[in-house]
């Protein structure tokens, strides 16, 4: 079998929160939003400014099979985004609340993770 990663999607538990994150902080735009009667929950997709892999984040109602206890990150290590201009990034991250946890630094090359409303690592790289 050949396949093509079209998308990612994670399980978010306050939508409209991490909506906000990803909009607001990354510069994301929402291209869709609809409820699933299947699953009682809602999915929004949403792109970044450059293209690449849409990012959709899903809810889910409680008292629903999908709504099992949540763990932040379990079976997801991070998520990377690259940016223009990463010491801005990073103080634009800082100002919205969410402040740099962890920063590594190579020979060639600087990321910095921060946490999105779930808990989830999210990586600058510029």
Known sequence: MRASLEYAGIRVKDLEASVEFYTKV?????????????????????????????????????GTPFDTPYVPGDGLDHLGFRVPDLD???ADAKRA??????????????????QDPNGIWVELNG
């Not at 699953?39 to 409680?62: A, D, F, K, Q």
């Not at 969410?98 to 920063?103: R, T």
């Open 88 to 90: 801005r990034a990073i």
């Open 97 to 114: 609340g969410y402040p740099v946890i962890q920063e590594v630094t190579t020979a060639t090359n600087r990321w910095v993770y921060i």
């Open 26 to 62: 990354l510069g994301m735009t929402e291209r869709g939003r609809k409820r699933l009667a299947e699953t009682n929950g809602v999915l929004v997709e949403l792109v970044g400014e450059g293209g690449g892999l849409p990012l959709e984040l899903n809810w889910y109602e409680r």
